[in-house]
């Protein structure tokens, strides 16, 4: 059993350097739908769509938490959330 484990490790490890080596591997390429489609959702998501979205969400949870049906605490994990979707753009360099 050790041995399998030993031998599995020695594979990952290989297929690291082979990523770390050729990162063009690790990217998907190409014009696929699928892709398109993402970057619709992701255009969406970042352009006024999202913006809407967030504002709206940002309303109605404080409205329940105003009428006492949520935790305070839930308006603050929402506007974080929110805060880390838009500026993931800016960390990830997009």
């Given at each position: 059993m050790k041995k399998i484990f030993q031998f599995i490790k020695s594979k990952?490890?290989?297929?690291?350097l082979l990523l770390i080596s050729f990162p063009a591997l690790s990217f998907a390429g190409g014009e696929t739908p699928v892709s398109q489609g993402?970057?619709?959702i992701t255009?969406?998501?970042y352009g006024a769509t999202g913006i809407a979205i967030a504002t709206?969400?940002?309303?109605v949870v404080g409205l329940l938490c105003l009428s006492h049906f949520l935790r305070w605490t839930v308006l603050g994990y929402t506007i974080i959330g929110i805060s880390i979707?838009?500026?993931a753009g800016s960390m990830n360099g997009i």
């Open positions: 990952i490890i290989i297929l690291h993402l970057r619709y255009n969406a998501m709206i969400s940002v309303m979707i838009f500026g």
